[in-house]
Protein backbone atom coordinates (compact mmCIF):
# COMPACT_ATOMS: atom_id res chain seq x y z
CA UNK A 1 0.00 0.00 0.00
CA UNK A 2 1.17 3.44 -0.89
CA UNK A 3 1.95 5.96 1.50
CA UNK A 4 0.92 9.54 2.10
CA UNK A 5 3.00 11.37 -0.73
CA UNK A 6 4.19 15.30 -0.92
CA UNK A 7 4.81 17.46 -3.78
CA UNK A 8 7.36 18.73 -4.38
CA UNK A 9 9.80 17.57 -1.79
CA UNK A 10 12.08 20.82 -1.92
CA UNK A 11 10.53 24.58 -3.57
CA UNK A 12 12.77 27.49 -3.51
CA UNK A 13 10.45 30.78 -4.25
CA UNK A 14 11.34 34.18 -4.28
CA UNK A 15 9.16 36.49 -1.69
CA UNK A 16 5.88 37.65 -3.83
CA UNK A 17 5.56 34.45 -5.38
CA UNK A 18 2.87 32.25 -5.20
CA UNK A 19 3.52 28.30 -4.41
CA UNK A 20 1.15 25.04 -4.69
CA UNK A 21 1.95 22.03 -2.89
CA UNK A 22 -0.08 18.88 -3.38
CA UNK A 23 -0.74 15.90 -0.81
CA UNK A 24 -2.08 12.83 -2.17
CA UNK A 25 -3.25 10.73 1.22
CA UNK A 26 -3.09 6.81 1.52
CA UNK A 27 -5.97 5.82 -0.83
CA UNK A 28 -9.20 5.51 1.05
CA UNK A 29 -8.52 7.70 3.86
CA UNK A 30 -11.26 10.18 4.75
CA UNK A 31 -9.38 12.42 6.83
CA UNK A 32 -6.64 14.88 5.82
CA UNK A 33 -4.45 17.13 7.27
CA UNK A 34 -1.66 19.71 6.85
CA UNK A 35 0.76 20.66 9.26
CA UNK A 36 4.25 22.83 9.00
CA UNK A 37 7.24 22.88 11.31
CA UNK A 38 9.27 26.57 11.46
CA UNK A 39 12.78 25.52 11.71
CA UNK A 40 13.70 24.94 15.21
CA UNK A 41 10.11 25.37 16.68
CA UNK A 42 7.44 22.20 16.93
CA UNK A 43 5.05 21.15 14.04
CA UNK A 44 2.10 23.03 14.18
CA UNK A 45 -1.67 22.09 13.02
CA UNK A 46 -3.14 23.84 10.17
CA UNK A 47 -6.20 22.49 8.68
CA UNK A 48 -8.27 19.40 8.71
CA UNK A 49 -10.63 17.61 5.95
CA UNK A 50 -12.87 15.46 6.15
CA UNK A 51 -13.49 14.19 2.64
CA UNK A 52 -13.65 17.41 0.70
CA UNK A 53 -15.24 19.33 3.59
CA UNK A 54 -12.73 21.35 5.79
CA UNK A 55 -13.50 20.50 9.14
CA UNK A 56 -11.02 22.50 11.23
CA UNK A 57 -8.75 25.25 10.08
CA UNK A 58 -7.84 27.05 12.83
CA UNK A 59 -4.41 26.11 12.20
CA UNK A 60 -4.33 28.78 9.11
CA UNK A 61 -1.99 31.16 10.01
CA UNK A 62 -3.32 33.75 7.61
CA UNK A 63 -5.95 34.59 4.15
CA UNK A 64 -2.63 33.86 2.04
CA UNK A 65 -2.99 30.31 2.08
CA UNK A 66 -5.71 28.53 1.00
CA UNK A 67 -6.41 24.87 0.64
CA UNK A 68 -8.68 22.91 -1.04
CA UNK A 69 -9.18 19.21 -1.43
CA UNK A 70 -11.44 18.53 -4.65
CA UNK A 71 -13.88 15.48 -4.85
CA UNK A 72 -12.49 14.25 -1.61
CA UNK A 73 -8.90 12.52 -3.01
CA UNK A 74 -5.65 14.72 -3.20
CA UNK A 75 -5.06 18.41 -1.65
CA UNK A 76 -3.34 20.90 -2.56
CA UNK A 77 -1.81 23.90 -0.09
CA UNK A 78 -1.55 27.47 -1.69
CA UNK A 79 0.57 30.27 -0.25
CA UNK A 80 -0.19 33.44 -2.37
CA UNK A 81 2.15 35.99 -2.38
CA UNK A 82 4.64 33.80 -0.28
CA UNK A 83 6.31 35.82 2.63
CA UNK A 84 9.80 34.76 4.18
CA UNK A 85 8.12 33.27 8.00
CA UNK A 86 6.41 30.85 5.49
CA UNK A 87 9.63 29.25 5.04
CA UNK A 88 9.41 25.53 6.49
CA UNK A 89 8.33 22.04 6.43
CA UNK A 90 5.28 21.25 5.29
CA UNK A 91 3.87 18.05 6.04
CA UNK A 92 0.63 16.21 4.97
CA UNK A 93 -0.90 13.12 7.26
CA UNK A 94 -3.95 11.30 6.30
CA UNK A 95 -6.15 9.00 8.49
CA UNK A 96 -8.95 6.46 7.84
CA UNK A 97 -12.18 7.16 9.39
CA UNK A 98 -13.84 10.08 10.63
CA UNK A 99 -13.85 10.73 14.07
CA UNK A 100 -16.36 8.81 16.10
CA UNK A 101 -17.39 7.47 19.08
CA UNK A 102 -14.09 8.84 20.57
CA UNK A 103 -11.67 6.87 18.84
CA UNK A 104 -8.34 8.19 17.49
CA UNK A 105 -6.95 6.81 14.16
CA UNK A 106 -3.34 6.78 13.11
CA UNK A 107 -2.90 9.75 11.34
CA UNK A 108 0.00 8.36 8.67
CA UNK A 109 2.19 11.53 7.44
CA UNK A 110 4.02 11.79 4.23
CA UNK A 111 7.46 13.24 4.21
CA UNK A 112 7.01 16.66 3.80
CA UNK A 113 8.04 19.55 1.35
CA UNK A 114 10.49 22.05 2.15
CA UNK A 115 9.25 25.01 1.57
CA UNK A 116 12.29 28.60 1.48
CA UNK A 117 11.20 32.25 0.41
CA UNK A 118 13.91 34.16 0.08
CA UNK B 1 -4.12 25.19 26.41
CA UNK B 2 -2.22 22.06 25.53
CA UNK B 3 1.76 21.97 25.39
CA UNK B 4 4.50 19.14 24.80
CA UNK B 5 7.89 19.25 26.15
CA UNK B 6 10.96 18.03 25.17
CA UNK B 7 14.07 19.15 26.69
CA UNK B 8 16.40 17.55 24.72
CA UNK B 9 17.22 18.67 21.39
CA UNK B 10 20.17 16.10 20.61
CA UNK B 11 20.95 13.05 22.38
CA UNK B 12 24.28 10.25 21.29
CA UNK B 13 24.22 7.18 22.24
CA UNK B 14 26.20 4.19 21.96
CA UNK B 15 24.78 0.61 19.14
CA UNK B 16 23.48 -1.64 21.45
CA UNK B 17 23.61 0.86 24.60
CA UNK B 18 19.92 1.87 25.89
CA UNK B 19 18.44 5.43 26.07
CA UNK B 20 15.83 7.49 27.42
CA UNK B 21 14.08 10.71 25.38
CA UNK B 22 12.26 12.86 27.63
CA UNK B 23 8.79 14.34 27.41
CA UNK B 24 6.66 16.22 29.39
CA UNK B 25 3.20 17.46 28.61
CA UNK B 26 0.70 19.64 29.77
CA UNK B 27 -3.03 19.57 29.27
CA UNK B 28 -6.35 19.58 31.68
CA UNK B 29 -7.91 16.48 29.82
CA UNK B 30 -8.22 13.37 31.54
CA UNK B 31 -8.19 11.60 28.42
CA UNK B 32 -6.14 11.96 25.93
CA UNK B 33 -3.56 10.21 23.66
CA UNK B 34 0.16 10.32 23.62
CA UNK B 35 2.57 9.10 21.01
CA UNK B 36 6.20 8.78 19.82
CA UNK B 37 6.72 9.64 16.44
CA UNK B 38 9.90 9.08 14.11
CA UNK B 39 11.55 10.76 11.42
CA UNK B 40 14.51 9.39 9.87
CA UNK B 41 16.61 12.23 7.62
CA UNK B 42 15.32 12.81 4.55
CA UNK B 43 12.37 10.21 5.13
CA UNK B 44 8.93 10.02 6.37
CA UNK B 45 7.28 10.23 9.70
CA UNK B 46 6.16 7.53 11.21
CA UNK B 47 4.71 6.51 14.73
CA UNK B 48 6.75 4.32 16.91
CA UNK B 49 4.51 4.06 19.73
CA UNK B 50 1.40 4.90 21.20
CA UNK B 51 -0.51 5.64 24.22
CA UNK B 52 -4.18 5.98 25.67
CA UNK B 53 -4.41 8.19 28.63
CA UNK B 54 -6.68 5.39 30.45
CA UNK B 55 -4.56 2.26 30.32
CA UNK B 56 -2.36 2.07 33.19
CA UNK B 57 0.02 0.08 31.12
CA UNK B 58 2.98 1.10 29.50
CA UNK B 59 2.84 0.79 25.94
CA UNK B 60 5.75 -1.50 24.20
CA UNK B 61 6.86 -2.14 20.69
CA UNK B 62 9.68 -4.79 20.50
CA UNK B 63 12.73 -2.79 21.55
CA UNK B 64 10.85 0.66 22.49
CA UNK B 65 8.73 1.38 25.59
CA UNK B 66 7.53 3.84 27.20
CA UNK B 67 7.14 4.72 31.16
CA UNK B 68 3.46 6.98 31.23
CA UNK B 69 3.39 8.75 34.20
CA UNK B 70 0.18 10.11 34.27
CA UNK B 71 0.10 12.58 37.19
CA UNK B 72 3.53 14.20 37.03
CA UNK B 73 2.73 14.26 33.14
CA UNK B 74 5.46 12.66 31.88
CA UNK B 75 6.08 9.85 28.76
CA UNK B 76 9.42 9.28 27.73
CA UNK B 77 10.98 6.73 25.25
CA UNK B 78 13.18 4.24 25.58
CA UNK B 79 15.21 2.47 23.02
CA UNK B 80 16.96 -0.85 24.05
CA UNK B 81 19.84 -2.76 21.74
CA UNK B 82 20.29 1.22 19.95
CA UNK B 83 20.53 -0.03 16.54
CA UNK B 84 22.36 2.76 13.50
CA UNK B 85 18.86 2.79 11.98
CA UNK B 86 17.52 4.62 15.26
CA UNK B 87 19.24 7.38 14.41
CA UNK B 88 16.52 9.94 13.31
CA UNK B 89 14.55 12.90 14.79
CA UNK B 90 12.00 11.79 17.86
CA UNK B 91 8.45 13.57 18.14
CA UNK B 92 6.70 13.33 21.30
CA UNK B 93 3.00 13.90 20.57
CA UNK B 94 -0.24 14.62 22.15
CA UNK B 95 -3.91 14.32 21.00
CA UNK B 96 -6.59 15.10 22.99
CA UNK B 97 -9.77 12.20 22.94
CA UNK B 98 -12.21 13.47 20.17
CA UNK B 99 -9.85 16.08 18.37
CA UNK B 100 -8.26 15.95 15.24
CA UNK B 101 -4.96 17.93 15.37
CA UNK B 102 -2.11 16.56 17.12
CA UNK B 103 0.50 18.84 19.09
CA UNK B 104 3.98 17.68 19.16
CA UNK B 105 6.89 18.71 21.09
CA UNK B 106 10.35 20.23 19.36
CA UNK B 107 11.76 17.39 18.65
CA UNK B 108 14.56 15.46 20.00
CA UNK B 109 17.33 14.47 17.90
CA UNK B 110 18.75 10.97 18.26
CA UNK B 111 22.52 9.88 16.99
CA UNK B 112 23.84 6.62 17.00
CA UNK B 113 27.45 6.01 18.02
CA UNK B 114 29.10 2.70 16.41
Known amino acids: EAGVTQFPSHSVIEKGQTVTLRCDPI?????LYWYRRVMGKEIKFLLH????????ESGMPNNRFLAERTGGTYSTLKVQPAELEDSGVYFC????????????????FGPGTRLTVL | AQTVTQSQPEMSVQEAETVTLSCTYD???????LFWYKQPPSRQMILVIR??????QNATENRFSVNFQKAAKSFSLKISDSQLGDAAMYFC???????????FGKGTRLHILP
Open chain 1, 93 to 108: ASSQDAISGGSTDTQY
Open chain 1, 27 to 31: SGHDN
Open chain 1, 49 to 56: FVKESKQD
Open chain 2, 27 to 33: TSESDYY
Open chain 2, 51 to 56: QEAYKQ
Open chain 2, 93 to 103: AYNEYGDDKII
